[in-house]
């Protein structure tokens, strides 16, 4: 047990650093996304006959000029705040010619950059580049796009689940997950340091050749996860069950655990030091 005091101190000195992160970032962001939601909700219940008309027959309709004042305020009357009157309209007509000309617009921009478009999609289907420092991604899912020496420093994840994606050579550093999920996730000589997951569970994954140190987990259960020559030491699990966990070659070295079972776990030379 010796230095298991030092650890938790580390540990809860950086669950302190996620709490007040969570607090100041991820927190507002979920309240503006859900005020936004709540927006949404009362306009579709604010059309009128011809708007849902419109709506059922071509997919779209137009504002009037009160629910657009609605959407950018909240409430139907911009008491307090600032909005521009020239820049709502009741002409429908004014409104179909601004949007034939974005439409216009933008063809004009595919037509002209056709050649870069296709490669772009054809290079973004199998790998994805995200920014290496300070990261903050909100509601931004990873799907089928693979991360090829890709590291992080400092990124915060927040609402974005993530399948079927590789991480190689991506080493990750003071990285956040909250409300993040993943599955089908194989992860190859990417280590990873100082990172906190948070409601963030894991299935299906594979970390091979993956060490892992100062990582904190909490509310975060794991499923049919394999490690092989994936050794992590200064870890602490809380609330986090894992089942059906496969270890080879993987020791493991002061490791705290509150109420955290594993439940049917095959190991192999990985021996366990607390």
């Known amino acids: 047990m010796s230095g298991a005091a030092s650890t938790l101190k580390r540990l809860l000195n950086q669950l302190e650093n996620v709490k007040k992160e969570v607090e100041t970032k991820v927190l507002p962001a979920v309240e503006r996304l859900e005020e936004i939601d709540r927006r949404f909700t009362r306009l579709s219940n604010w059309h009128n006959k011809k708007q849902r008309d419109e709506l059922e027959s071509r997919g779209y309709t137009f504002l009037s000029k009160e629910q657009s004042k609605m959407m950018l305020t909240g409430r139907e009357t911009n008491k307090g705040v600032e909005i521009n009157e020239e820049d709502l309209s009741d002409d429908e007509s004014e409104i179909d010619s601004i949007l034939e000309d974005d439409i216009r ?29 300070g990261q903050m991604r909100i509601l931004n899912p990873f ?59 894991n299935a299906f994954t594979v970390e091979l050749a993956t060490p892992q140190a100062f990582a904190a987990e909490v509310l975060t259960p794991r499923a049919f996860n394999a490690k092989i020559l994936s050794p992590r030491a200064f870890s602490a699990y809380v609330l986090s069950p894992r089942m059906l966990i496969t270890e080879i070659l993987s020791p493991k070295a002061m490791e705290m655990r509150v109420l955290s079972p594993t439940v049917l776990t095959f190991v192999v030379l990985s021996p366990g030091r607390n």
């Open 143 to 201: 799907l089928f796009a693979n991360q090829v020496k890709d590291g992080a420093v400092l990124r915060r994840v927040a609402l974005s689940p993530k399948a079927f994606s590789a991480q190689i050579l991506s080493p990750d550093f003071g990285s956040l997950s909250v409300l993040s999920p993943s599955a089908f996730v194989p992860s190859v000589l990417s280590p990873r340091a100082a990172i906190a997951n948070i409601l963030s569970p």
């Open 105 to 133: 617009l933008i063809s004009k921009i595919e037509g002209n950059d056709l050649n870069f478009g296709n490669e772009l999609k054809t290079r973004t289907k199998r790998f994805l580049k995200t920014e290496s420092f």
